[in-house]
Nanobody, 125 residues
Framework: QVQLVESGGGLVQAGGSLRLSCAASRRTFTSYNMAWFRQAPGKEREFVAAISWNAGRKLYTDSVKGRFIISRDNAKNPVYLQMNSLQPEETAVYYC??????????????????WGQGTQVTVSS
């Protein structure tokens, strides 16, 4: 059923870092664009970062530019989100998502057909 599995979430202090991972379950996503979204309590899910199937293109939401890095291992298929200088307002469930690849990477939630269950990131003050 769920074909993406996130890991690496946890509790960090403000200013700290975490590295999230997303791995395939029951299928591979080598030919897919991948993305990270997050949803804070009581708020809508928002786009964080995306990466093309070959890692040639990346897209970040403005609030994380310069602090977060999305990457992927095309040989082994995982995708990562390195999150630096985390702030309390970034406490959220972080979701991995996938779409069949084309030349564009987007932050449009409705373009991503495959989703993980999410991993909790909590940033304390």
């Amino acid at each position: 059923q769920v074909q993406l599995v996130e890991s690496g979430g946890g509790l960090v202090q403000a200013g700290g870092s975490l590295r999230l991972s997303c791995a395939a379950s029951r299928r591979t996503f080598t030919s897919y664009n991948m993305a990270w979204f997050r949803q804070a309590p009581g708020k809508e899910r928002e786009f964080v970062a995306a990466i093309s199937w070959n890692a040639g293109r990346k897209l970040y939401t403005d609030s994380v530019k310069g602090r977060f890095i999305i990457s992927r291992d095309n040989a082994k298929n995982p995708v990562y989100l390195q999150m630096n200088s985390l702030q309390p307002e970034e406490t959220a469930v972080y979701y991995c998502a996938a779409k069949w690849a084309n030349e564009y990477v987007t932050g449009r939630e409705n373009e991503y057909a495959y989703w993980g269950q999410g991993t909790q990131v909590t940033v304390s003050s």
